[in-house]
Structure formats: structure tokens, C-alpha cells
């Protein structure tokens, strides 16, 4: 039987406190912002939206502008109507003109082509004249948000126009969009000829998991909280679950999916995230090296999986048709852009385990996938069961083991589950949980989740971003996985009908070892 005991405000919520930059009125630093795929999907979704929230927060400089540069020819005028348009389709809050026109009137727009020499001296030639407008100073940060084959060539180009050298005080930074690489080869090779022009401090690889407010407050919440530290390893945790589950299918991005997968697409970023940051030992502060340091440890610590290990720890599959949210969709090999014999997982499910003294032996079971029942994202820590000594002679058959789960998304909260007594005569135990969820204490502040990831590029902050080294570490773990499946072929494929929690064989996975899947509709 499930009860539910709900936390009790035993005060008036106390508001949380907020870093001293964050505060509202403390602004960036004055900037260009430039955005290659201006005409793209990343920066009408999202990055225009965010600087939006920004701006009306007022941590944007007043002293700030936007030049997106794309092959679609159009006037300064055009992009501004089109991107206005888009406004009403993607703000995360209702627009309004004081906060809107003022930066609005700061976009600007440039024909050309990436991989173009002159486009770089038409954009030089822009910003010395926008940056002399909006009084810029002369920092510029470049946002990356093209196919990832111009990422490379971009920097080169920057470099080669001198448009990435940092003096006379001003700063030159970029921003990457993942996938940063697709494999652990083109990763080194990218950050090899990335790193031949920039500097590792004016890099700023960017996963958007890490803009999620619940997946930085991972970090606070073990390091900020005296009682979970001391019961967070080996000797107290069974083992942890994680689960990225999409609803939707690949939206139109088959061309892109069919060269990724669902492995690439977000395990070495998104889901390494989560476990780094659920299991990455003490940072000595929120120093950007000294976090990403402790990151980068783990990710090391990963134990690497040998051939074999890949056949019994790694199961993939593939979506057919099937009912999503009471919708009857097609299967994966029928969306646009995919072939018709398509190989490419849609899920993935894999069991890792980390090789140091304070995991040895728990097993991480991860698992994601498009085309599932739900859509939810979390990492479920499940302790140890209590020993059953003092209920041999009671009517109670099991003990339920404690259980804590960080909901990112779109639940966002953390529960507590613990056995408790039953009223009755009876000795009878239930399962309860002690929920928190943001939106009851906080509030909801919609956002894009780019805000502070482009805030924090503009003051310099490169804590959430990632380093050359966790980048590769991350490819390291996963190459054998995409070397095997490369050279074994699925059979099965499609494996599982959409709407289903993915194949059997990842239901195996846990089972076979005692474990299940957190029932997550529970
Ligand atoms: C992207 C992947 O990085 O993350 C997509 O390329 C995926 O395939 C998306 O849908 C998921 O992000 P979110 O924020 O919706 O969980």
C-alpha cells in the first residue's frame, strides 16, 4: 500500500539564498554576442529567449549586442522581423515591448557562409562598427550553433582573422554546442585543432543539462546538506538508476539521428553528467578547475568495458510503431530521413560501474530512449535494505529498501521513500514518501535553461562547461560500446514498439541480477 506524507513548511518558506553575482541588477560584462547558425533552430528556441530573460532580469550588460550570422540572405530589418515572430512562439513568458524593443534593436544580421574566408572579413568589419555603437569593449563570444563539421573550421577562421586573440583587456570567447565530437578520435582531433587557437579558458563546451536548476543543485544538495554525505557510498547504496526518457521520436532530426544514436546522443554528455556530478567526490570549492577536476576524475574512474562486457552490460534497441500519450506513431524506420533498414539504437540501456573506493562494486544502471511512455529524467539512489532481524516473528514477509530519487524533469523535486507502520492492530509496513517539489517552495521561474550558461560565459564562469579532458573521458567509456555494436550488427531491430519501456533485454539487464526498474509511475 502506498501513503503519501507530504513535507510541511515548518516555517515560511525562506527564500534561498542567492549568490551575490546572481542578484538581480549585477549585470555581465558588455559584449557581442555572435552566433554562427544564426538562422538556426537553437538560437530562435532558445538562445534568443534566454538573452530575453536575462535582459529583463537585468543581468544582461545594457552595453550588448547580437550579430547572427547565417547562408540565408536577408537584411538586418528581415532577420529582426523574423526573429520577432519567433518571439511570440518561444519566449518562456509573455514578451513585452520596454524589454523586448531594447534588444531587439541590438540584433543584427550577416550573410555568410562558415567556412568562407570573406565572411570573416565582413564580420570583423561589423563588430569594429557594433561594438563602437553599443560601446562593447571589444569582448566577443562566439557561439558555435552549426553542423558540428564547421565547429573546427569556424575556429580556424576566427583565428586566421584574428577575431579569437584576447588583448588590451578584452576577452574572445567560445561557446561549442555539443555533439562535441562522435567518437573518442574526432573529439581528440577537434580539441586538437581548437586548442592550436584558443586557449582551454576561452573554450566553453556547452550541455545544456548542466543550465537544468536540478542538475546543478545535485551538487548542493550532497554538499550542503550534513546528513547524505556520510551515507553516500558503497557501504549504504545498493545501486543507482538512472532514466532519461523521451516521449517524442527524433522530430524530424532523423539525418542528424542516423549518424548518432541514441548512445552518442546522450550518454556521454547528458547522462555522464548526472552520474559525475551524483558520485564525483568533494570539490575544495565551487572553483571552475576545482569542480571539473573531481568530474573529470570520475568519468576516469568508469570502469572501461571490454568486448565481452559490452555483450552482457550494454543492450540496444530500436522503437517500431506503436501508442505514445494515446497516439498511434510510426516506427523509427518510417520517420523522414531514415533508412528503411536503419541500424541506429533509440535506446539504450547500459550497466556501468565505477572503479574507486567509494563505488566499487554498486552497479549505475542507465537507461534512455525516444518513443517511451514518459517523459521523465532522474537519478534513483536505492540504499540497502535494513537487516529483517526484529520482524522474523511478525507478519511483515519483506522490507522495502529506502530509496531517493532526484526528479530533473519534468517533476522536478526530490522524494525520500521509508517504510512506516500501518495503523491497525496488525504489524503491517507501508512504503511512504516524503516529497519535496520545487514548483510548491519556489515557485516556477520558466526559463530556457540557457540563461545562466550564457550568463556565466559572459562574467567568465566556466563551471558548467566542459574541459577538454572530461570530454575525451567520456568518449573513452563509450568507444568500446560503439566499436562492438559497430562490428555486430543489431539482428532484432525494431525491438520494441513505442510507447513501451524499451526491449525486454533491458528489463533483463537488472533482473537478472535481483533488480528491477524503478516503477516510475509509483
Ligand atoms: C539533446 C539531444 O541534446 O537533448 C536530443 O540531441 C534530446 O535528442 C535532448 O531530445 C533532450 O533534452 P531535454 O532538455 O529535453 O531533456
Known amino acids: 500500500m502506498k501513503t503519501m506524507a507530504r513535507v510541511e513548511h515548518a516555517e515560511p518558506a525562506v527564500p534561498p539564498t542567492i549568490p551575490e553575482r546572481e542578484r538581480p541588477g549585477k549585470a555581465a560584462d558588455p559584449c557581442v554576442m555572435v552566433v554562427f547558425g544564426g538562422t538556426g533552430d537553437l538560437n530562435k528556441r532558445k538562445l534568443i529567449p534566454a538573452l530575453y530573460n536575462l535582459a529583463t532580469s537585468n543581468l544582461l550588460a545594457p552595453e550588448f ?61 561589423l563588430l569594429e562598427e557594433v561594438d563602437k555603437n553599443h560601446r562593447t569593449r571589444g569582448n566577443y563570444l562566439y557561439y558555435l550553433a552549426t553542423a558540428p563539421e564547421f565547429f573546427g573550421e569556424v575556429v580556424r577562421q576566427l583565428g586566421a582573422a584574428r577575431l579569437a586573440e584576447e588583448r588590451d583587456g578584452h576577452w574572445r570567447r567560445v561557446i561549442i554546442e555539443k555533439p562535441f565530437g562522435h567518437d573518442l578520435d574526432s573529439a581528440r582531433v577537434l580539441n586538437r585543432e581548437i586548442n592550436r587557437i584558443l586557449k582551454e579558458n576561452q573554450i566553453y563546451r556547452i550541455d545544456h543539462y548542466l543550465g537544468k536548476e536540478t542538475v546543478q543543485n545535485i551538487l548542493v544538495f550532497r554538499f550542503s546538506n550534513g546528513i547524505f554525505e556520510p551515507i553516500w557510498n558503497r557501504r549504504y547504496i545498493d545501486h543507482v538508476e538512472i532514466t532519461v526518457a523521451e516521449t517524442v521520436g527524433v522530430e524530424g532530426r532523423g539525418g542528424y539521428y542516423e ?22 567526490e568533494p570539490p575544495i570549492s565551487f572553483d571552475a578547475d576545482a569542480v571539473r577536476d573531481e568530474q573529470a576524475k570520475i568519468l576516469r574512474a568508469i570502469q572501461p568495458m571490454s568486448p565481452e562486457d559490452v555483450l552482457n552490460r550494454s543492450v540496444r534497441g530500436q522503437y517500431g510503431e506503436g501508442v505514445v500519450e494515446g497516439q498511434r506513431v510510426p516506427g523509427y524506420r518510417s520517420e523522414p530521413h531514415v533508412a528503411p533498414d536503419s541500424a541506429t539504437e533509440t535506446f539504450v540501456a547500459l550497466k556501468l560501474l565505477i572503479d574507486n573506493w567509494r563505488w566499487a562494486d554498486v552497479p549505475f544502471y542507465v537507461r534512455t530512449g525516444k518513443r517511451l511512455p514518459r517523459r521523465v529524467s532522474e537519478v534513483a539512489i536505492r540504499f540497502r535494505r535494513a537487516p529483517f ?134
Request: hydrophobic share 40%; with cysteine; net charge neutral.
Open 259 to 280: 549518424g548518432s544514436g541514441a548512445l552518442r546522443d546522450m550518454v556521454p554528455n547528458h547522462i555522464f553528467q548526472l552520474i559525475s556530478l551524483t558520485t564525483m
Open 65 to 125: 549586442a547580437v550579430i547572427g550570422i547565417g547562408r540565408t540572405v536577408m537584411t538586418t530589418e528581415e532577420f529582426r522581423r523574423k526573429i520577432d515572430q519567433d518571439m511570440r512562439q518561444f519566449a518562456t513568458v509573455p514578451v513585452e515591448p520596454a524589454g523586448w524593443q531594447p534588444l531587439l534593436s541590438r540584433i543584427y544580421y550577416l550573410v555568410g557562409d562558415a567556412q568562407d574566408k570573406d565572411t570573416y572579413v565582413r564580420l570583423r568589419e
Open 389 to 522: 532481524v526484529l520482524f522474523r516473528k511478525t507478519p511483515v514477509e519483506r522490507l522495502t529498501p529506502n530509496e531517493l530519487v532526484i526528479r530533473i524533469q519534468p517533476d522536478e523535486g526530490i522524494s525520500l521513500r521509508f517504510g512506516a507502520k500501518i495503523p491497525g492492530p496488525l504489524l503491517r509496513l507501508g512504503a511512504v514518501k516524503m516529497n519535496f517539489d520545487y514548483a510548491d517552495y519556489f515557485g516556477s521561474t520558466p526559463s530556457t535553461g540557457y540563461e545562466r550558461l550564457l550568463y556565466d560565459c559572459m562574467v567568465g564562469d566556466a563551471t558548467l562547461f566542459q574541459r577538454a579532458d572530461m570530454v575525451e573521458a567520456g568518449w573513452s567509456v563509450v568507444q568500446p560500446i560503439i566499436d562492438v555494436w559497430r562490428a555486430l550488427p543489431p539482428r532484432n531491430f525494431p525491438n520494441y514498439a513505442a510507447g513501451a519501456w524499451g526491449p525486454k533485454d533491458g528489463r533483463d539487464l537488472l533482473e537478472r541480477e535481483g533488480n528491477h526498474w524503478r516503477d516510475i509511475d509509483s
